[in-house]
């Protein structure tokens, strides 16, 4: 039963294209990173382990998550899951397989790591380290983000419930406290207070950052570091195991509930209002399925706090924590947060949710029927900007509050607040029309939306670290964080200009010639053979 899947996973057309643009996609991002950190002090290289982290899981999302969650919306799996063969056992041979792709992505980023080292900047002990915690986060992170699609929707609003517990637990105690948590528990009774510092201690400690940042310091000891890593990777196993179970246990349930049972939707909020735009209704609909609150509350809750330590400046209590506010500061402060966050706004634009299918086959069978009615390409063009729009203008807000608090206080001019986020509407407008471009072409999402919300980040902080400002105002990443670092002049301005005048002949062309391109499209795949 395996055997089949991994090689179907091998010859697929479309896994291999896929496979091979993120991991084109893996070295360059981990080439621009090695640059940046190789021009850095050295007490920045723990922060390297981080964001290979980060990379990592966002690599595991798309490879396994991806994959695992939209497995169910196909009907063909029925034939699968009323045949001899056990429905984990299907699932374990998938969930194998994209494990074996990402650990093949992840390895393809070892030459760089190998001229690190030779470079001086990293230790030969440091290759296993930096290549198999990404692979297990990003292992785990595919299997919960499977899980959470898989589960009922009952339990995961009471997840979204808990989690939003966990975020305020972690803005109190790791933001707002952090430094000054043991003068907080002074005033607990000392038994309760020491308990509950040490369990805080040892989440610090033994998370993957926390692991990967220790080991990558100059002053760590290697019987604890070891110790560290030995425990990390029994939790990781243990968490691996866990979900994989859960998923392999709920693929048939789940398959039953999005294909045989009715959708009941018991929030009055949403009923009605479809107006005269009924596809951009129905798309705003789709992204909300999962709508990934909790990260935004994450982020949004940061985001103010941080902006009210800005605002307060001298006049931060000092019973508050200041240290993380600090290491932001370190790390490139707002400019740094606020333009991620605006990357981050535009991952919906790029990627297309609101009207992407999963596979040929889904897309031939709802063009077929789209085709067919009135629609322009301002309908489809308006559709996909309310959800992406709808998905992403939490981080947005964030970034642009953020922006305000730095105006305010005086850290930044007026026309500096009002350049970055000139340059954000850019960013998020550039990102959204290129999107939209492919998904009227046909064009798979996943290297695009990559490229655009990844790629481009690292480009723009290799020709920031080059200083140059003209390069680096060319790249829209590069405009948003560069309108906040100085004042903006004539060698600013041709980078927002270009990609504003690129964004209109983008998105007059895609408007204009969206259905025609989608009966192409059409016509070119309905009723053909599909390997994806």
Request: glycine residues 10%; charged residues 15%.
């Amino acid at each position: 039963m395996e055997l089949p899947l991994f090689k179907l996973a091998m010859i697929s057309p479309g896994r291999q294209f896929a496979f091979r643009r993120t991991a084109v996609l893996h070295v360059l991002v981990l080439t621009g990173l090695g640059w940046i950190f190789h021009h850095l002090p050295p007490s920045y290289l723990p922060f390297l382990g981080d964001a290979l982290l980060v990379l990592g899981i966002i690599e595991g999302a798309a490879l396994i998550g991806w994959r695992l969650a939209q497995l169910p919306k196909s009907q063909a799996l029925e034939f699968l899951l009323v045949s001899p063969v056990s429905p984990w056992r299907v699932f374990v041979a998938e969930a194998m397989a994209g494990m074996g792709r990402l650990a093949l992505v992840i390895l393809c980023g070892l030459p760089v790591l190998f001229v690190l080292t030779f470079a001086g900047q990293l230790e030969w002990s440091d290759i296993p380290l930096l290549t198999a915690i990404p692979f297990l986060w990003g292992t785990i992170a595919g299997l919960g983000l499977t899980v959470w699609a898989y589960e009922r929707l009952e339990i995961r609003r009471w997840g979204e419930r808990v989690g939003l517990g966990l975020i305020i637990l972690y803005l109190v105690v790791g933001v707002l406290a952090a430094e000054r948590l043991k003068n907080w528990l002074g005033h607990l009774p000392a038994e309760v207070g020491q308990v509950i510092y040490s369990l805080i201690l040892l989440f610090m400690q033994y998370n993957p950052f926390g692991v990967s940042e220790y080991w990558l310091s100059n002053d760590r000891e290697m019987d604890f570091a070891w110790q560290r890593i030995e425990a990390l990777f029994a939790i990781s196993g243990v968490v691996v195991l866990a979900l994989l179970v859960r998923a392999a246990c709920r693929l048939k349930g789940h398959f039953h509930d999005r294909h045989y049972k009715p959708a009941i939707d018991r929030n009055r909020r949403n009923i009605g209002g479809i107006g005269e735009r009924p596809l951009s209704w129905w798309a705003v609909r789709r992204v909300l399925e999962y709508s990934g609150r909790m990260n935004i509350w994450l982020a949004g809750g940061f985001g103010l706090i941080y902006a009210v330590y800005i605002l307060a400046g001298d006049a931060w209590p000092v019973w508050l924590g200041r240290m993380v506010f600090q290491i932001f500061e370190r790390l490139g402060g707002v400019p740094v947060l606020s333009t991620g966050l605006i990357v981050l706004a535009a991952v919906p634009a790029a990627f297309q949710y609101g009207l992407w299918d999963a596979s040929t086959q889904d897309r031939c069978k709802r063009l077929e029927l789209l085709l067919l009615t009135e629609l322009d390409g301002a309908d489809y063009w308006l559709a996909a900007a309310a959800a992406a729009w709808r998905r992403g203008r939490g981080y947005f807000l964030v970034a642009v509050v953020l922006l305000l608090a730095l105006g305010i206080s005086g850290r930044a001019t007026l026309p500096q607040v009002g350049a970055a986020i000139a340059a954000g509407v850019l960013l998020w407008t550039f990102s959204f029309a290129v999107g939209f471009r492919a998904f009227s072409r046909g064009m798979h999402a996943n290297g695009l939306g990559s490229f655009l919300t990844l790629g481009l980040p690292v480009i723009a902080g290799v020709l920031i670290q080059l200083r140059a400002p003209v390069l680096s105002a060319l790249v829209p990443p590069g405009a948003v964080y560069l309108a906040q670092t100085g004042e903006p002049s004539w060698l600013w301005l041709p980078g927002p200009l270009l990609t504003g005048l690129t964004t209109l002949a983008i998105a007059r062309s895609a408007r204009s010639r969206c259905v025609r391109e989608l009966r192409r499209w059409f016509d070119r795949n309905q009723g053909g053979k599909s390997l994806d």
